[in-house]
Protein backbone atom coordinates (compact mmCIF):
# COMPACT_ATOMS: atom_id res chain seq x y z
CA UNK A 1 0.00 0.00 0.00
CA UNK A 2 2.78 2.07 0.10
CA UNK A 3 2.44 3.66 -3.45
CA UNK A 4 -1.27 4.52 -2.94
CA UNK A 5 -0.35 5.91 0.57
CA UNK A 6 2.55 8.47 -1.25
CA UNK A 7 -0.34 9.27 -3.86
CA UNK A 8 -3.01 10.00 -0.85
CA UNK A 9 -0.56 11.89 1.59
CA UNK A 10 -0.62 14.83 -0.07
CA UNK A 11 -4.86 14.63 -0.23
CA UNK A 12 -5.29 14.03 3.20
CA UNK A 13 -2.77 16.67 4.65
CA UNK A 14 -4.93 19.31 2.20
CA UNK A 15 -7.32 19.52 4.92
CA UNK A 16 -4.56 20.94 7.41
CA UNK A 17 -3.21 22.92 5.03
CA UNK A 18 -6.77 24.34 4.95
CA UNK A 19 -7.02 24.79 8.33
CA UNK A 20 -3.75 26.58 8.70
CA UNK A 21 -4.00 28.88 5.43
CA UNK A 22 -6.80 30.28 7.72
CA UNK A 23 -4.14 31.93 9.61
CA UNK A 24 -1.07 31.66 7.95
CA UNK A 25 -0.44 31.00 3.68
CA UNK A 26 3.18 30.41 4.93
CA UNK A 27 2.29 27.66 6.76
CA UNK A 28 0.21 26.07 4.00
CA UNK A 29 2.50 26.54 2.05
CA UNK A 30 5.16 24.62 3.99
CA UNK A 31 2.45 21.78 4.96
CA UNK A 32 1.51 21.09 1.41
CA UNK A 33 5.35 20.92 0.63
CA UNK A 34 5.85 18.25 3.26
CA UNK A 35 3.10 16.29 1.88
CA UNK A 36 5.26 16.06 -1.40
CA UNK A 37 8.03 14.35 0.09
CA UNK A 38 7.32 10.62 0.42
CA UNK A 39 5.89 10.72 -3.20
CA UNK A 40 9.17 12.53 -4.33
CA UNK A 41 11.55 9.72 -1.85
CA UNK A 42 9.43 6.77 -3.57
CA UNK A 43 9.56 7.85 -7.33
CA UNK A 44 13.44 8.76 -6.99
CA UNK A 45 14.23 5.64 -5.67
CA UNK A 46 12.72 4.21 -8.70
CA UNK A 47 14.04 6.45 -11.07
CA UNK A 48 17.60 6.82 -9.83
CA UNK A 49 17.64 3.17 -9.00
CA UNK A 50 15.98 1.52 -11.67
CA UNK A 51 14.00 -0.46 -9.31
CA UNK A 52 10.15 -1.47 -10.02
CA UNK A 53 7.29 -1.29 -7.66
CA UNK A 54 4.35 -2.68 -7.79
CA UNK A 55 1.04 -3.16 -5.73
CA UNK A 56 -2.11 -5.00 -6.13
CA UNK A 57 -2.86 -8.47 -7.42
CA UNK A 58 -3.36 -7.25 -11.63
CA UNK A 59 -6.27 -9.94 -11.66
CA UNK A 60 -9.64 -9.36 -12.59
CA UNK A 61 -10.55 -5.93 -11.66
CA UNK A 62 -8.32 -4.88 -9.07
CA UNK A 63 -8.69 -1.23 -8.49
CA UNK A 64 -5.79 -1.06 -6.08
CA UNK A 65 -3.23 -2.26 -8.88
CA UNK A 66 -0.15 0.26 -9.04
CA UNK A 67 2.96 0.22 -10.44
CA UNK A 68 5.83 2.14 -10.84
CA UNK A 69 8.85 2.06 -12.97
CA UNK A 70 11.37 4.03 -14.32
CA UNK A 71 9.16 5.54 -17.51
CA UNK A 72 6.38 6.89 -15.62
CA UNK A 73 8.51 6.90 -12.32
CA UNK A 74 9.88 9.75 -14.04
CA UNK A 75 6.52 11.36 -14.40
CA UNK A 76 5.48 10.54 -10.94
CA UNK A 77 9.04 12.38 -9.70
CA UNK A 78 8.59 15.37 -12.05
CA UNK A 79 5.06 15.96 -10.42
CA UNK A 80 6.08 15.54 -6.78
CA UNK A 81 9.32 17.91 -7.08
CA UNK A 82 7.92 20.38 -9.03
CA UNK A 83 5.02 20.66 -6.73
CA UNK A 84 6.79 20.82 -3.66
CA UNK A 85 8.60 23.90 -5.20
CA UNK A 86 5.42 25.43 -6.00
CA UNK A 87 4.02 24.79 -2.94
CA UNK A 88 7.10 26.98 -1.18
CA UNK A 89 7.07 29.46 -4.05
CA UNK A 90 3.28 29.81 -3.11
CA UNK A 91 2.89 32.07 -0.06
CA UNK A 92 4.22 35.31 -1.07
CA UNK A 93 2.03 35.15 -4.24
CA UNK A 94 -0.94 33.95 -2.71
CA UNK A 95 -1.06 36.61 -0.08
CA UNK A 96 -0.64 39.34 -2.82
CA UNK A 97 -3.52 37.71 -4.59
CA UNK A 98 -5.64 37.06 -1.43
CA UNK A 99 -5.17 41.17 -0.93
CA UNK A 100 -6.54 42.07 -4.41
CA UNK A 101 -9.34 39.42 -4.14
CA UNK A 102 -10.09 40.29 -0.68
CA UNK A 103 -10.56 36.40 0.63
CA UNK A 104 -8.31 34.09 1.94
CA UNK A 105 -6.33 31.49 0.60
CA UNK A 106 -7.58 28.65 2.26
CA UNK A 107 -9.33 27.17 -0.87
CA UNK A 108 -6.42 27.07 -3.21
CA UNK A 109 -4.08 24.89 -0.01
CA UNK A 110 -7.13 22.75 0.12
CA UNK A 111 -7.52 22.07 -3.24
CA UNK A 112 -3.45 21.71 -4.45
CA UNK A 113 -3.24 18.15 -2.96
CA UNK A 114 -5.57 17.01 -4.15
CA UNK A 115 -4.38 18.41 -7.46
CA UNK A 116 -0.90 17.13 -7.35
CA UNK A 117 -1.70 14.03 -5.38
CA UNK A 118 -4.38 13.13 -8.65
CA UNK A 119 -1.96 14.08 -11.22
CA UNK A 120 0.80 11.50 -9.14
CA UNK A 121 -2.07 8.70 -9.03
CA UNK A 122 -2.79 8.96 -12.96
CA UNK A 123 0.40 8.20 -13.73
CA UNK A 124 0.94 5.59 -10.91
CA UNK A 125 -2.54 3.74 -11.40
CA UNK A 126 -2.88 0.05 -13.24
CA UNK A 127 -5.90 -0.20 -13.64
CA UNK A 128 -7.48 2.30 -16.63
CA UNK A 129 -10.70 3.50 -15.01
CA UNK A 130 -8.73 4.49 -11.35
CA UNK A 131 -6.43 6.22 -14.04
CA UNK A 132 -9.25 8.14 -15.08
CA UNK A 133 -10.75 9.07 -11.96
CA UNK A 134 -7.54 10.08 -10.57
CA UNK A 135 -7.30 12.58 -13.76
CA UNK A 136 -10.67 13.28 -12.75
CA UNK A 137 -9.59 14.60 -8.96
CA UNK A 138 -6.82 16.71 -10.73
CA UNK A 139 -9.07 18.38 -12.62
CA UNK A 140 -12.03 19.17 -10.48
CA UNK A 141 -9.36 20.73 -8.05
CA UNK A 142 -7.57 22.89 -10.89
CA UNK A 143 -11.15 24.14 -11.83
CA UNK A 144 -11.78 25.79 -8.24
CA UNK A 145 -8.58 27.37 -8.16
CA UNK A 146 -8.98 29.20 -11.23
CA UNK A 147 -12.29 30.30 -10.60
CA UNK A 148 -11.88 31.55 -7.34
CA UNK A 149 -7.95 32.63 -7.58
CA UNK A 150 -7.68 33.47 -11.40
CA UNK A 151 -7.28 36.59 -13.04
CA UNK A 152 -9.63 38.10 -16.11
CA UNK A 153 -13.26 36.70 -16.44
CA UNK A 154 -12.70 33.88 -14.13
CA UNK A 155 -15.80 32.05 -14.70
CA UNK A 156 -15.46 32.54 -17.97
CA UNK A 157 -12.23 30.94 -17.83
CA UNK A 158 -13.35 27.92 -15.62
CA UNK A 159 -16.43 27.00 -17.86
CA UNK A 160 -13.40 26.97 -21.40
CA UNK A 161 -11.60 24.89 -19.45
CA UNK A 162 -14.42 22.78 -17.96
CA UNK A 163 -15.77 21.80 -21.26
CA UNK A 164 -12.30 21.10 -23.13
CA UNK A 165 -10.53 19.30 -20.26
CA UNK A 166 -13.50 17.25 -20.19
CA UNK A 167 -14.39 16.74 -23.64
CA UNK A 168 -10.95 15.20 -23.64
CA UNK A 169 -10.92 13.19 -20.69
CA UNK A 170 -14.65 11.84 -21.58
CA UNK A 171 -12.85 10.05 -25.21
CA UNK A 172 -10.24 9.10 -23.64
CA UNK A 173 -12.94 7.47 -20.83
CA UNK A 174 -15.16 5.75 -24.02
CA UNK A 175 -11.52 4.50 -25.04
CA UNK A 176 -10.90 2.69 -21.79
CA UNK A 177 -14.28 1.56 -21.88
CA UNK A 178 -13.87 -0.04 -25.46
CA UNK A 179 -10.96 -1.62 -24.07
CA UNK A 180 -12.46 -3.31 -20.66
CA UNK A 181 -15.09 -4.82 -23.39
CA UNK A 182 -12.10 -6.70 -24.90
CA UNK A 183 -10.94 -7.62 -21.61
CA UNK A 184 -8.08 -5.35 -20.97
CA UNK A 185 -8.35 -3.80 -17.66
CA UNK A 186 -4.38 -2.43 -17.08
CA UNK A 187 -2.23 0.45 -18.62
CA UNK A 188 -0.37 -1.95 -21.26
CA UNK A 189 3.14 -0.07 -20.50
CA UNK A 190 2.60 -1.62 -16.52
CA UNK A 191 1.85 -5.03 -17.77
CA UNK A 192 4.29 -5.19 -20.47
CA UNK A 193 1.25 -5.38 -23.23
CA UNK A 194 0.14 -8.12 -22.22
CA UNK A 195 -3.97 -8.71 -23.73
CA UNK A 196 -3.82 -6.14 -26.45
CA UNK A 197 -4.17 -6.18 -29.88
CA UNK A 198 -5.23 -3.89 -32.51
CA UNK A 199 -8.10 -1.48 -31.78
CA UNK A 200 -8.83 1.65 -34.08
CA UNK A 201 -11.54 3.00 -32.65
CA UNK A 202 -10.01 2.70 -28.82
CA UNK A 203 -6.83 3.93 -30.22
CA UNK A 204 -8.88 7.17 -31.93
CA UNK A 205 -10.84 7.88 -29.18
CA UNK A 206 -7.59 8.08 -26.91
CA UNK A 207 -5.45 9.55 -29.15
CA UNK A 208 -7.90 12.76 -29.55
CA UNK A 209 -8.49 13.11 -25.62
CA UNK A 210 -4.84 12.67 -25.06
CA UNK A 211 -4.31 15.55 -27.89
CA UNK A 212 -6.84 17.78 -26.29
CA UNK A 213 -5.50 17.27 -22.92
CA UNK A 214 -1.63 18.09 -24.51
CA UNK A 215 -3.35 21.33 -26.06
CA UNK A 216 -1.50 20.60 -29.70
CA UNK A 217 -1.93 22.34 -32.90
CA UNK A 218 -5.63 22.54 -33.66
CA UNK A 219 -7.14 21.52 -30.31
CA UNK A 220 -4.43 24.15 -28.28
CA UNK A 221 -7.16 26.69 -27.97
CA UNK A 222 -8.00 26.80 -24.68
CA UNK A 223 -4.26 26.20 -23.39
CA UNK A 224 -3.32 29.97 -23.41
CA UNK A 225 -6.40 31.41 -21.96
CA UNK A 226 -6.45 29.21 -19.04
CA UNK A 227 -2.81 29.14 -18.11
CA UNK A 228 -2.51 32.76 -18.94
CA UNK A 229 -5.24 33.53 -16.38
CA UNK A 230 -4.68 30.93 -13.92
CA UNK A 231 -3.34 31.74 -10.49
CA UNK A 232 0.56 31.52 -11.40
CA UNK A 233 1.28 28.80 -8.80
CA UNK A 234 -1.50 26.60 -10.68
CA UNK A 235 -0.09 27.87 -14.18
CA UNK A 236 3.78 26.29 -12.81
CA UNK A 237 1.95 22.88 -12.67
CA UNK A 238 -0.38 22.69 -15.10
CA UNK A 239 1.42 23.89 -17.99
CA UNK A 240 4.45 22.13 -17.20
CA UNK A 241 2.98 18.83 -15.25
CA UNK A 242 -1.05 18.19 -16.25
CA UNK A 243 -0.88 18.79 -20.09
CA UNK A 244 2.35 15.97 -20.53
CA UNK A 245 -0.81 13.55 -18.97
CA UNK A 246 -2.02 13.12 -22.89
CA UNK A 247 1.22 12.54 -23.69
CA UNK A 248 1.57 9.44 -21.22
CA UNK A 249 -1.37 8.38 -22.31
CA UNK A 250 -0.25 8.04 -25.67
CA UNK A 251 2.58 6.34 -24.88
CA UNK A 252 1.17 3.87 -22.25
CA UNK A 253 -2.14 2.91 -23.63
CA UNK A 254 -2.95 4.31 -27.44
CA UNK A 255 0.19 3.07 -28.64
CA UNK A 256 -0.53 -0.19 -27.75
CA UNK A 257 -3.30 -0.52 -29.97
CA UNK A 258 -2.52 1.11 -32.65
CA UNK A 259 -4.46 -0.04 -35.90
CA UNK A 260 -1.09 0.13 -38.14
CA UNK A 261 2.21 1.80 -38.30
CA UNK A 262 1.14 4.17 -41.22
CA UNK A 263 -0.43 6.20 -38.11
CA UNK A 264 2.76 6.67 -36.16
CA UNK A 265 4.31 8.68 -39.40
CA UNK A 266 1.61 10.65 -39.93
CA UNK A 267 1.59 11.26 -35.71
CA UNK A 268 5.23 12.47 -36.41
CA UNK A 269 4.56 15.60 -38.93
CA UNK A 270 1.75 16.61 -36.81
CA UNK A 271 4.27 16.75 -33.71
CA UNK A 272 6.91 18.99 -35.65
CA UNK A 273 4.20 21.02 -36.57
CA UNK A 274 2.98 21.39 -33.31
CA UNK A 275 6.57 22.38 -31.50
CA UNK A 276 6.65 24.92 -34.68
CA UNK A 277 3.78 26.29 -34.42
CA UNK A 278 4.14 27.13 -30.60
CA UNK A 279 7.34 27.98 -31.16
CA UNK A 280 6.53 30.76 -33.45
CA UNK A 281 3.23 32.04 -31.62
CA UNK A 282 4.95 32.15 -28.49
CA UNK A 283 7.65 34.89 -30.19
CA UNK A 284 4.80 37.08 -31.20
CA UNK A 285 3.63 37.76 -27.24
CA UNK A 286 3.53 40.41 -25.43
CA UNK A 287 2.24 38.95 -22.33
CA UNK A 288 5.24 36.90 -20.45
CA UNK A 289 2.03 34.04 -19.40
CA UNK A 290 0.77 33.59 -22.32
CA UNK A 291 4.34 33.62 -24.07
CA UNK A 292 5.06 30.52 -21.58
CA UNK A 293 1.45 29.12 -22.63
CA UNK A 294 2.44 29.07 -26.36
CA UNK A 295 5.86 27.53 -25.32
CA UNK A 296 4.04 24.90 -23.90
CA UNK A 297 2.21 24.03 -27.25
CA UNK A 298 5.37 23.75 -28.66
CA UNK A 299 6.79 21.98 -26.10
CA UNK A 300 4.42 19.18 -26.34
CA UNK A 301 5.52 19.13 -30.13
CA UNK A 302 8.30 17.66 -28.78
CA UNK A 303 6.99 15.20 -25.80
CA UNK A 304 4.26 13.79 -28.64
CA UNK A 305 6.85 13.38 -31.49
CA UNK A 306 9.19 11.10 -28.89
CA UNK A 307 5.81 9.01 -28.30
CA UNK A 308 5.21 9.34 -32.35
CA UNK A 309 8.72 7.65 -33.16
CA UNK A 310 7.26 4.40 -31.59
CA UNK A 311 11.25 3.33 -30.67
CA UNK A 312 13.03 3.31 -27.42
CA UNK A 313 14.90 6.03 -27.83
CA UNK A 314 11.55 8.14 -28.39
CA UNK A 315 10.10 6.77 -25.78
CA UNK A 316 13.14 7.90 -23.43
CA UNK A 317 13.58 11.16 -25.03
CA UNK A 318 9.78 11.68 -24.09
CA UNK A 319 10.15 10.96 -20.43
CA UNK A 320 13.19 12.98 -20.31
CA UNK A 321 11.07 16.10 -21.86
CA UNK A 322 8.17 16.03 -19.31
CA UNK A 323 11.01 15.97 -16.56
CA UNK A 324 12.97 19.26 -18.18
CA UNK A 325 9.99 20.79 -19.66
CA UNK A 326 8.82 20.34 -15.80
CA UNK A 327 11.27 22.20 -14.46
CA UNK A 328 12.13 24.31 -17.09
CA UNK A 329 8.59 25.47 -17.48
CA UNK A 330 8.17 26.14 -13.53
CA UNK A 331 11.18 27.80 -13.10
CA UNK A 332 9.69 30.02 -15.55
CA UNK A 333 6.32 30.67 -14.43
CA UNK A 334 7.11 31.07 -11.17
CA UNK A 335 9.14 34.04 -12.50
CA UNK A 336 6.43 35.54 -13.98
CA UNK A 337 4.54 35.61 -10.29
CA UNK A 338 7.21 36.96 -9.12
CA UNK A 339 7.38 39.92 -11.97
CA UNK A 340 3.48 39.88 -11.08
CA UNK A 341 3.63 40.51 -7.41
CA UNK A 342 6.83 42.83 -7.50
CA UNK A 343 6.86 44.77 -10.91
CA UNK A 344 3.22 44.92 -10.90
CA UNK A 345 3.17 43.62 -15.04
CA UNK A 346 3.09 40.83 -17.12
CA UNK A 347 3.88 43.01 -20.30
CA UNK A 348 7.47 42.10 -21.89
CA UNK A 349 7.63 45.18 -23.36
CA UNK A 350 7.51 47.19 -20.52
CA UNK A 351 10.50 45.01 -19.24
CA UNK A 352 14.23 45.42 -19.85
CA UNK A 353 17.37 45.34 -17.56
CA UNK A 354 16.07 43.06 -15.25
CA UNK A 355 19.27 40.93 -14.50
CA UNK A 356 20.88 44.17 -12.67
CA UNK A 357 17.25 44.44 -10.52
CA UNK A 358 17.17 40.81 -9.47
CA UNK A 359 20.72 38.86 -10.57
CA UNK A 360 19.58 35.55 -9.33
CA UNK A 361 16.24 35.79 -10.56
CA UNK A 362 17.75 36.39 -14.18
CA UNK A 363 20.41 33.33 -14.16
CA UNK A 364 17.59 30.73 -12.54
CA UNK A 365 14.73 32.34 -15.95
CA UNK A 366 17.84 31.91 -18.01
CA UNK A 367 18.17 28.13 -16.64
CA UNK A 368 14.53 27.40 -17.20
CA UNK A 369 15.09 29.06 -20.92
CA UNK A 370 17.76 26.38 -22.02
CA UNK A 371 15.93 23.75 -20.76
CA UNK A 372 13.65 24.76 -23.46
CA UNK A 373 16.09 25.08 -25.79
CA UNK A 374 18.10 21.93 -24.80
CA UNK A 375 21.08 23.54 -23.66
CA UNK A 376 23.72 23.01 -20.54
CA UNK A 377 20.70 21.72 -18.67
CA UNK A 378 18.72 18.19 -18.31
CA UNK A 379 16.72 19.12 -21.54
CA UNK A 380 19.93 18.81 -23.31
CA UNK A 381 19.91 15.25 -23.16
CA UNK A 382 16.62 15.37 -23.69
CA UNK A 383 16.96 16.38 -26.77
CA UNK A 384 20.27 14.83 -27.65
CA UNK A 385 17.53 11.32 -27.06
CA UNK A 386 14.82 12.75 -29.23
CA UNK A 387 17.63 13.23 -32.32
CA UNK A 388 18.61 9.95 -31.98
CA UNK A 389 15.23 8.56 -32.18
CA UNK A 390 14.65 10.79 -34.78
CA UNK A 391 17.58 9.63 -37.16
CA UNK A 392 17.13 6.19 -36.08
CA UNK A 393 13.26 6.29 -37.74
CA UNK A 394 14.04 8.37 -40.39
CA UNK A 395 17.53 7.20 -40.86
CA UNK A 396 18.58 8.06 -44.87
CA UNK A 397 15.73 10.53 -45.46
CA UNK A 398 17.62 13.43 -45.33
CA UNK A 399 14.75 15.76 -46.37
CA UNK A 400 12.99 14.79 -42.97
CA UNK A 401 16.05 16.67 -41.24
CA UNK A 402 15.29 19.85 -41.85
CA UNK A 403 11.52 20.31 -40.28
CA UNK A 404 13.15 18.82 -37.17
CA UNK A 405 16.04 21.07 -37.79
CA UNK A 406 13.42 24.11 -37.84
CA UNK A 407 11.66 22.90 -34.75
CA UNK A 408 15.12 23.97 -33.07
CA UNK A 409 15.82 26.93 -34.71
CA UNK A 410 12.21 28.02 -33.55
CA UNK A 411 12.44 26.84 -29.92
CA UNK A 412 15.94 28.81 -30.01
CA UNK A 413 14.67 31.78 -31.02
CA UNK A 414 11.91 32.76 -28.71
CA UNK A 415 13.73 31.51 -26.02
CA UNK A 416 16.99 34.01 -26.35
CA UNK A 417 14.95 36.39 -27.80
CA UNK A 418 13.02 36.60 -24.73
CA UNK A 419 15.67 36.68 -22.48
CA UNK A 420 17.27 39.59 -24.36
CA UNK A 421 13.97 42.02 -24.13
CA UNK A 422 13.29 40.72 -20.33
CA UNK A 423 17.06 40.75 -19.17
CA UNK A 424 19.11 42.44 -20.90
CA UNK A 425 19.23 46.58 -22.54
CA UNK A 426 18.70 49.53 -20.31
CA UNK A 427 17.39 48.76 -17.24
CA UNK A 428 13.78 50.04 -16.56
CA UNK A 429 14.02 50.00 -13.01
CA UNK A 430 16.42 51.45 -10.15
CA UNK A 431 14.90 49.60 -7.27
CA UNK A 432 15.77 45.59 -6.61
CA UNK A 433 13.78 42.40 -6.26
CA UNK A 434 13.52 40.93 -2.49
CA UNK A 435 15.39 38.37 -1.40
CA UNK A 436 12.45 35.94 -0.10
CA UNK A 437 11.18 31.91 -0.02
CA UNK A 438 9.22 32.95 -3.85
CA UNK A 439 13.06 33.72 -5.25
CA UNK A 440 14.87 31.07 -3.50
CA UNK A 441 12.19 28.04 -5.30
CA UNK A 442 12.93 29.50 -8.51
CA UNK A 443 16.50 29.29 -8.05
CA UNK A 444 16.48 25.68 -6.42
CA UNK A 445 14.29 24.71 -9.42
CA UNK A 446 16.76 25.71 -11.97
CA UNK A 447 19.80 24.48 -9.85
CA UNK A 448 18.16 21.21 -9.24
CA UNK A 449 17.79 20.90 -13.49
CA UNK A 450 21.52 21.76 -14.32
CA UNK A 451 22.42 19.36 -11.75
CA UNK A 452 19.96 16.86 -13.27
CA UNK A 453 22.75 17.62 -16.69
CA UNK A 454 25.36 16.00 -14.57
CA UNK A 455 26.67 12.80 -14.37
CA UNK A 456 25.80 10.38 -12.77
CA UNK A 457 22.39 11.80 -12.13
CA UNK A 458 21.56 12.36 -16.09
CA UNK A 459 23.03 9.22 -17.41
CA UNK A 460 21.83 7.46 -14.42
CA UNK A 461 18.04 8.41 -15.12
CA UNK A 462 18.43 8.15 -19.19
CA UNK A 463 19.38 4.48 -18.83
CA UNK A 464 17.03 3.26 -16.58
CA UNK A 465 14.02 4.41 -18.75
CA UNK A 466 15.91 2.85 -21.47
CA UNK A 467 15.94 -0.64 -19.69
CA UNK A 468 12.23 -0.77 -18.86
CA UNK A 469 10.76 0.92 -21.90
CA UNK A 470 12.99 -1.67 -23.72
CA UNK A 471 11.68 -3.99 -22.13
CA UNK A 472 7.58 -3.04 -22.13
CA UNK A 473 7.69 -1.22 -25.24
CA UNK A 474 4.94 -1.62 -28.02
CA UNK A 475 7.34 -2.11 -30.80
CA UNK A 476 8.54 -5.25 -29.20
Do not use: C
Not at 17 to 23: E, F
Not at 40 to 57: H, K, M, Q
Amino acid sequence: MMILISVLFPMILSFVAYAAAKRSAYMAGYISAAALLPLLALSAYVVFGGVDLSEGTFQGFDVLAFRIMPFNGVFIFTVALVGLFVALFSPPYMEHRSHELGRDSAVFYLTYGFFVGGLAGAFAAANLVVVYVFIEVALIASLFQILYYGYGDRVRITVMYLVWSHVGAFLVLAGFLLLYLKGVYYVPLLIGGRGTGPDALAFVLILIGSLIKMATLGVHMWLPYVHAEAPTPLSALLSPVLVGIGGYLIASVAMYVLPNSEWTQWLVYYAVATAIYGGLMAFLQRDIKRLFAYSTVSQMGYLLLGVALANVYGYTAAALFYLSHGLGKAVLFMTAGYFIMYLGTRDVEKMGGLYGWRPELAGAAIVGFLNLAGILSIGMISEITLTVGYAQYFQTDYAFYIPYALVLLVTGIYAFNTIRVVFFGPPKREDRGPVDIALASIVAVAFISLLLFIPPFSNTIADNIYKAVGAVGPWR
